[in-house]
């Protein structure tokens, strides 16, 4: 009840008896008594109900409620993560070259955004060998973390300090700056007195013994990420006197991600750097999982409970041991095209870029093979883009817009991507043409209408001179004799293309002379009910280079098509993405 309720609950009580039958409660003292008491009786009320609220995961609201609810439900809340980068480089030796040379841990290379500097650091040794016929050292494999490192080191004692600490189990110990990585904690242990020994973190995968040396991963009430090791019987617990040894990073988040031109801060001793180039840009950084994102995994957590056996389970785990993931899917090999008993696919969509690396694929498999079915291999794919063309024209009233035409234009293109990035750029999207045209519509209240077309594209990558065949599937019906590419080269012709031909054949097709001349006839099929397109084996001899990219360092055909159905529709591990925008307006 609010105060006023409280107040004529309190008058009512006190009318009710028979030494104050008569008193004028509105016009005395005594009123004023009634308002603090309705006012303490208030406050009370609502301070058990922010307090019952904080009880419970759906209800919390303060981040670090959420976070002690989640962790009765045996789940850790991601960190932030820095972004990761894979150079290649060349090191050319200073006098006599020995078989191999180590890049220590610690060695930093740093990239410019803009007004923003970030450093990347080197988190562990990389040996290069010597090769003799280049005369120099060469990689490209050397991989750096977004963030500079930095140690602090704990006693084991009776008592806590700032680098003390009493509890190695409960208490833990807190590393204090915010925004740290755990995904790059390195933990050493010294019980001897003579030599550290690196720990690993506690997975679910791992058997735990009284002699495990393992640590685990939280974050402290004061959002810090805290280490805490076993209690002796699960997990080895170091003893008083133990020195603790924290490495860490502290990581910028998101906008440290496509970063493509390093530097390096100093040489390698007794070398020369002559070269260094990014493999790929850099990828991965993300901030802190947020609140609303607690709530969601950590009910999802308890029901996995750190095994796969049901299809969410390797895609919960999948964002569990990858938090870089934008999304994810999974599903049964029996629900796969074809069908392929015995296994479970699983896509990731990365925050950045398109697929993820080779290493974090051989990484996620790892793990979900020592926590999965036994007879159930796991299998990581690639997404599978889904492009949109769009074209839009509307009409707009200048009375009843403040904006300019081109203003106008600029808006709408605004609300398709956001449209875009909002309900298409994961799995499972859905292009609902109708939800798309009120969008559009819904950008200012000066548009009338708008009509708009659109047509569907997949790319593929190509090697030139190398014979290959491929497979495309649009997972959309698709018009017939729609199909058309992007220009290539074919034996000795330029400005190719593919182009759909009677029936369901696909041909290529020269346009140079300014007329169409088929150049090879049936190089492929169309299916133009499920929309999977088959090109033949053959051999691309040049491309076109507004169709290179400069991540994958190719060439790649762009092939669109018009769907039969408005609405576009994905499936397994596909995403929808609005790529090129047409949009022009007029008055009336």
């Given at each position: 009840?609010?105060?006023?309720?409280?107040?004529?609950?309190?008058?009512?009580?006190?009318?009710?008896?028979?030494?104050?039958?008569?008193?004028?409660?509105?016009?005395?003292?005594?009123?004023?008594?009634?308002?603090?008491?309705?006012?303490?009786?208030?406050?009370?009320?609502?301070?058990?109900?922010?307090?019952?609220?904080?009880?419970?995961?759906?209800?919390?609201?303060?981040?670090?409620?959420?976070?002690?609810?989640?962790?009765?439900?045996?789940?850790?809340?991601?960190?932030?993560?820095?972004?990761?980068?894979?150079?290649?480089?060349?090191?050319?030796?200073?006098?006599?070259?020995?078989?191999?040379?180590?890049?220590?841990?610690?060695?930093?290379?740093?990239?410019?955004?803009?007004?923003?500097?970030?450093?990347?650091?080197?988190?562990?040794?990389?040996?290069?060998?010597?090769?003799?016929?280049?005369?120099?050292?060469?990689?490209?494999?050397?991989?750096?973390?977004?963030?500079?490192?930095?140690?602090?080191?704990?006693?084991?004692?009776?008592?806590?300090?700032?680098?003390?600490?009493?509890?190695?189990?409960?208490?833990?110990?807190?590393i204090p700056n915010l925004n740290v990585d755990a995904s790059t904690i390195k933990v050493s242990v010294m019980t001897?007195?003579?030599?550290?020994?690196?720990?690993?973190?506690?997975?679910?995968?791992?058997?735990?013994?009284?002699?495990?040396?393992?640590?685990?991963?939280?974050?402290?009430?004061?959002?810090?990420?805290?280490?805490?090791?076993?209690?002796?019987?699960?997990?080895?617990?170091?003893?008083?006197?133990?020195?603790?040894?924290?490495?860490?990073?502290?990581?910028?988040?998101?906008?440290?991600?496509?970063?493509?031109?390093?530097?390096?801060?100093?040489?390698?001793?007794?070398?020369?750097?002559?070269?260094?180039?990014?493999?790929?840009?850099?990828?991965?950084?993300?901030?802190?999982?947020?609140?609303?994102?607690?709530?969601?995994?950590?009910?999802?957590?308890?029901?996995?409970?750190?095994?796969?056996?049901?299809?969410?389970?390797?895609?919960?785990?999948?964002?569990?041991?990858?938090?870089?993931a934008k999304s994810v899917i999974s599903w049964g090999g029996q629900r796969n095209d074809p069908p392929q008993n015995?296994?479970?696919?699983?896509?990731?969509?990365?925050?950045?870029?398109?697929?993820?690396?080779?290493?974090?694929?051989?990484?996620?498999?790892?793990?979900?093979?020592?926590?999965?079915?036994?007879?159930?291999?796991?299998?990581?794919?690639?997404?599978?883009?889904?492009?949109?063309?769009?074209?839009?024209?509307?009409?707009?009233?200048?009375?009843?817009?403040?904006?300019?035409?081109?203003?106008?234009?600029?808006?709408?293109?605004?609300?398709?991507?956001?449209?875009?990035?909002?309900?298409?750029?994961?799995?499972?999207?859905?292009?609902?043409?109708?939800?798309?045209?009120?969008?559009?519509?819904?950008?200012?209240?000066?548009?009338?209408?708008?009509?708009?077309?659109?047509?569907?594209?997949?790319?593929?990558?190509?090697?030139?001179?190398?014979?290959?065949?491929?497979?495309?599937?649009?997972?959309?019906?698709?018009?017939?004799?729609?199909?058309?590419?992007?220009?290539?080269?074919y034996s000795s012709f330029s400005d190719c293309y593919f182009k759909s031909g009677e029936g369901n054949s696909l041909?290529?097709?020269?346009?140079?002379?300014?007329?169409?001349?088929?150049?090879?006839?049936?190089?492929?099929?169309?299916?133009?009910?499920?929309?999977?397109?088959?090109?033949?084996?053959?051999?691309?001899?040049?491309?076109?280079?507004?169709?290179?990219?400069?991540?994958?360092?190719?060439?790649?055909?762009?092939?669109?098509?018009?769907?039969?159905?408005?609405?576009?529709?994905?499936?397994?591990?596909?995403?929808?993405?609005?790529?090129?925008?047409?949009?022009?307006?007029?008055?009336?």
């Amino acid at each position: 009840p609010d105060f006023d309720a409280n107040k004529a609950a309190l008058k009512e009580f006190l009318k009710s008896q028979p030494e104050l039958k008569d008193y004028n409660f509105d016009g005395s003292a005594l009123s004023v008594i009634l308002d603090l008491l309705s006012y303490n009786t208030h406050m009370n009320a609502f301070y058990l109900n922010m307090v019952g609220n904080e009880a419970f995961l759906n209800t919390a609201v303060r981040r670090n409620s959420v976070v002690n609810n989640a962790k009765d439900l045996g789940y850790t809340p991601r960190s932030a993560i820095s972004a990761k980068v894979i150079l290649q480089a060349e090191f050319t030796p200073i006098g006599e070259a020995s078989s191999t040379l180590v890049i220590p841990k610690g060695f930093i290379v740093g990239a410019n955004s803009g007004t923003e500097a970030f450093v990347f650091t080197t988190i562990d040794d990389h040996v290069i060998n010597y090769n003799s016929i280049t005369g120099s050292y060469n990689t490209d494999t050397l991989t750096a973390y977004e963030g500079r490192r930095y140690t602090h080191e704990f006693t084991v004692s009776a008592t806590d300090s700032t680098d003390t600490v009493s509890d190695v189990t409960i208490g833990g110990c807190s590393i204090p700056n915010l925004n740290v990585d755990a995904s790059t904690i390195k933990v050493s242990v010294m019980t001897n007195g003579v030599d550290y020994v690196q720990y690993k973190e506690y997975d679910h995968s791992l058997n735990l013994g009284r002699n495990s040396q393992v640590y685990f991963v939280r974050e402290d009430i004061n959002e810090y990420v805290n280490i805490s090791f076993g209690d002796g019987v699960l997990g080895f617990k170091p003893p008083m006197g133990s020195k603790i040894r924290i490495e860490y990073s502290i990581s910028s988040g998101s906008i440290a991600n496509g970063l493509t031109v390093f530097s390096a801060a100093k040489n390698v001793d007794g070398t020369t750097l002559v070269h260094l180039a990014t493999v790929k840009a850099s990828s991965g950084g993300a901030e802190r999982e947020s609140i609303d994102s607690i709530k969601f995994n950590a009910s999802r957590s308890f029901e996995s409970s750190g095994r796969s056996v049901t299809e969410e389970d390797y895609a919960f785990l999948t964002r569990q041991v990858y938090p870089s993931a934008k999304s994810v899917i999974s599903w049964g090999g029996q629900r796969n095209d074809p069908p392929q008993n015995g296994k479970v696919f699983i896509a990731v969509q990365p925050n950045s870029g398109t697929v993820i690396p080779d290493e974090d694929k051989a990484m996620i498999t790892d793990f979900l093979k020592r926590v999965g079915v036994v007879t159930i291999q796991p299998e990581i794919v690639d997404p599978d883009y889904l492009y949109v063309d769009t074209n839009t024209k509307f009409l707009y009233s200048k009375t009843r817009s403040s904006k300019l035409g081109g203003q106008l234009e600029t808006a709408v293109k605004d609300t398709i991507r956001k449209y875009s990035d909002d309900t298409l750029s994961r799995f499972k999207g859905l292009l609902a043409f109708s939800n798309f045209l009120a969008a559009i519509d819904d950008t200012d209240n000066g548009i009338i209408s708008n009509t708009t077309t659109h047509s569907i594209a997949k790319r593929f990558y190509v090697d030139l001179g190398v014979k290959e065949s491929i497979e495309l599937k649009f997972s959309n019906a698709l018009v017939r004799g729609s199909v058309t590419s992007s220009t290539f080269g074919y034996s000795s012709f330029s400005d190719c293309y593919f182009k759909s031909g009677e029936g369901n054949s696909l041909n290529i097709v020269n346009s140079s002379g300014g007329e169409e001349t088929i150049i090879v006839s049936n190089i492929g099929t169309i299916d133009y009910t499920t929309g999977a397109v088959t090109i033949n084996p053959v051999i691309i001899s040049e491309g076109n280079d507004k169709f290179f990219d400069d991540l994958e360092q190719k060439f790649y055909i762009r092939i669109s098509a018009k769907t039969v159905d408005l609405n576009i529709q994905s499936t397994r591990n596909q995403i929808i993405l609005i790529e090129n925008i047409t949009v022009s307006g007029k008055s009336v």
